[in-house]
């Protein structure tokens, strides 16, 4: 062994035991704040593995805050407003309301008749979309001096209504768009097999693939036209009706919307 390697031998065993005679190490003192940091960080990653990320409580926060602010907006209503305990109190039309559905079902009998009819709130967001861009370009035609219209949320729905008679296989489908107080019919369909009418499965379906629609509805003799409007009119699809649906529609996407907000602030807490 040369000399060099004989001091430097020697030197590192007389300091390795002068550390362990002290029972303190310089390079584990120096370490420690590292392995601290290093634990903190390797904690805070499984942490956010789990589901716990540092948006959670933000994201969380401002669901809370939406879904305050909305259900201060619906205060006023109780659990049934005005206009829905008014509709149900005439005791004409039952309603299928299913919570994070977007379509509703009002049905009712007349006679040997069993009427469904059947609209979505999904027309309504995308008119509320719509009503807002209308009303930017109202405001905009204000300021360029030019002449403003009025803007009107109508919501017009597109709703469907069919139409079965106890102990007949057939059936009609009524398509329709319900706005500013009125039903305005786009065909009417006959089906020889009644339970194609109601019937959402596949096989349904491609088999309405096949089957004459009739014509548009506008297309009809005058005379005919009036003569549905009547017989429709008689089973209660009328005015009250057509003003009844735009307002629940609205109604409803309000409150699934709460809702909405609400099971996302649960999953995001969870």
Same mark, same amino acid.
């Given at each position: ?14 300091? =390795?035991?002068?550390?362990?005679r002290?029972?303190?190490?310089t390079?584990?003192?120096?370490? =420690? ?15 956010? =593995? ?11 926060? #401002?669901?809370l805050?939406?879904?305050k602010y909305?259900?201060?907006?619906m205060?006023?209503?109780?659990k *049934?407003?005005?206009f ?16 994070f ?7 009712? #009998?007349? !006679?040997n008749?069993?009427l ?10 995308g008119?509320q ?14 300021? *360029? ?22 102990g ?11 706005q ?13 097999? !009644?339970?194609?009418?109601?019937d959402?499965? =596949?096989?349904a ?10 014509p548009?509805?506008?297309?009809? *003799?005058?005379?005919l036209?009036?003569?549905?409007? #009547? ?7 009328d ?25 996302? #602030? ?5």
């Amino acid at each position: 062994m040369s000399a060099i390697r004989a001091f430097r031998s020697i030197s590192v065993s007389s300091r =390795a035991a002068a550390v362990h005679r002290s029972g303190y190490s310089t390079v584990g003192s120096r370490l =420690a704040p590292l392995v601290q940091a290093f634990s903190k960080r390797a904690f805070s990653v499984s942490a956010r =593995a789990f589901g716990q990320g540092t948006a959670d409580v933000p994201l969380s926060s #401002k669901l809370l805050e939406e879904m305050k602010y909305e259900k201060e907006s619906m205060a006023e209503f109780s659990k *049934d407003p005005d206009f829905l305990r008014d509709f149900k109190a005439q005791g004409k039309w039952q309603i299928e309301n299913t919570p994070f559905n977007d379509e509703v079902t009002l049905s009712r #009998k007349f !006679g040997n008749e069993n009427l469904r009819l059947t609209f979505s709130i999904v027309d309504i967001r995308g008119e509320q979309d719509e009503s807002f861009d209308n009303e930017s370009a109202a405001q905009e035609s204000e300021e *360029d001096g030019s002449q403003e219209e009025e803007v009107l949320n109508t919501y017009p729905i597109r709703a469907s209504l069919t139409i079965n008679k106890a102990g007949t296989p057939g059936a009609l489908a009524i398509d329709m768009m319900c706005q500013e107080g009125q039903f305005v019919v786009d065909n009417i369909a006959y089906y020889k097999d !009644g339970s194609l009418a109601t019937d959402s499965t =596949a096989e349904a379906d491609w088999k309405r693939r096949g089957i004459y629609m009739g014509p548009q509805f506008d297309t009809l *003799d005058i005379g005919l036209q009036e003569e549905f409007d #009547k017989f429709l009119q008689e089973r209660g699809i009328d005015e009250h009706l057509a003003f009844f649906i735009p307002e629940f529609a609205e109604f409803k996407e309000q409150t699934e919307y709460v809702q909405w907000l609400e099971g996302v #602030k649960d999953f995001v807490d969870a």
